[in-house]
């Protein structure tokens, strides 16, 4: 039997959403801008979907816009108040060395447009040095742009903190929370946050389509022209089907979220008691409390990943590297050489990731199968 543990990368998608999706893409196929009966049924189905997303959030629905993804909610958020403050001659974006590419990617071409971009350090827990951040803050500094919890390592940074910080110099502050969208209570009108990304498929929704809160107090261009939607700040024509199953999901994501912490705890707790109980060599990496319980990365030291992820899939195991593709060819990942690791650990990572549909006997059996690889390939 096929065991799936990389839901940190995306998840199955959910009956009780792909139920709410099928009438739009049938009956309802209406364009939302059209004004007659076609286009409004299918507008106010969209509505309903702002607002279980924004109640997910614990957030005003008005503040929330529709996009293609998490990617794109990054690149909008970055880009829309960048280009912005330009305008008003500050162009200095700080952000941490361990976000997804999403975030370094729009800041390493800011740097090619003539923005200054400061790569903030982390400790080897892959926390962001808050006093690093402010000796960073400069006259000209307009985004501060932190991720909630880490992709690869699971680790929670202080967004309280790093918030608080970012308006006393009034400066906008930005959240990736795609990983932590789901199991952390929000509350986003209470936190010092001024833009959050979020995205459908990490939460058992369907893929290409996330949405991006922003604060009433922010100034976004948009990214995308040619149409009045998402309050003029997003053109084109909505995927639909796509929001009304983010929608959907959200709404199911809030009614659940505190026994699926829950259930990602324990999840978790098991996989670790049981692989100490192997008398295996591994390192845990992240922080070890201030993390996101579904993302478990571990090293084993005695063998490279790329042969661990080999044997793992010949195992029918799918969990993921901790390193990044490239072209073919895994290569460190930029998240554990930023924590400064050893490198028999940073190039033996493994990340596995829980999520709806695992048990605790899929657990004990990929630990089992762990510990048996790793005899097989130390022995031999």
């Given amino acids: 039997m096929a065991i799936y543990l990389d839901h940190a990368a ?9 139920e709410a999706m099928m009438p739009f893409l049938d009956d309802f196929f209406g364009n939302p801008s059209s004004i007659h009966q076609y286009g409004r049924k299918v507008r106010l189905a969209i509505d309903q979907a702002r607002l279980q997303v924004a109640e997910a959030l614990q957030a005003d629905p008005s503040r929330i816009i529709f996009t293609s993804g998490g990617t794109e909610a990054d690149n909008l958020a970055i880009m829309g108040v960048a280009a912005w403050y330009k305008e008003q001659g500050k ?15 729009t800041c390493r071409y800011l740097e090619k447009i003539g923005f200054d971009v400061t790569y903030l350090p982390v400790d080897s827990t892959g926390v962001v040095d808050v006093e690093a951040l ?9 985004l ?6 880490n992709n690869e390592v699971g680790t929670i940074q202080p967004i309280e903190e790093i918030g608080n910080i970012a308006h006393s110099y009034g400066i906008v502050f930005h959240t990736d929370a795609v990983q932590a969208f789901g199991l952390i209570d929000f509350q986003i009108e209470r936190l010092p946050v001024d833009l959050v990304s979020v995205s459908a498929h990490k939460i058992n929704g369907p ?7 922003f604060s009433k107090k922010v100034h976004l261009l948009p990214r995308v022209f040619g149409g009045t939607q998402e309050k003029r700040r997003r053109a084109g024509t ?14 199911i994501t809030k009614e659940n979220r505190l026994a699926h912490q829950e259930e990602m705890w324990q999840l978790r707790k098991l996989f670790l008691s049981e692989l100490k109980k192997q008398e295996i060599h591994f390192v845990v990496n992240g922080h070890p409390e201030n993390v996101l319980p579904h993302i478990l990365n571990i090293s084993f030291p005695d063998i490279d ?17 901790g390193s990044a593709c490239t072209s073919g060819a895994l290569s460190v990942s930029h998240v554990l050489e930023a924590m400064r690791l050893p490198q028999d650990v940073t190039n033996s990572a493994i990340r596995f990731s829980f999520g709806k549909g695992n048990t605790k ?8 199968k762990t510990a048996k690889i790793i005899r097989r390939l130390t022995t031999s």
């Fill in 91 to 105: 162009n200095h974006v700080i952000t941490s060395q361990i976000e997804h590419h999403a975030v370094l990617d």
């Fill in 238 to 251: 909505e995927n639909v089907p796509g929001i009304i199953g983010f929608g959907h999901a959200a709404k």
């Fill in 361 to 368: 006997e899929e657990i004990k059996q990929t630990v089992e």
């Fill in 305 to 321: 990943t790329e042969t661990m992820l080999i044997n793992f899939d010949l195992e029918d195991i799918a969990c993921a590297s």
């Fill in 144 to 149: 501060i742009s932190i991720m909630y919890g």
């Fill in 10 to 18: 995306t998840t199955p998608i959910d009956p009780r959403v792909r």
């Fill in 207 to 213: 893929k290409g389509v996330g949405a991006l809160y």
């Fill in 134 to 142: 402010r000796k960073a803050i400069t006259p000209k500094t307009s």
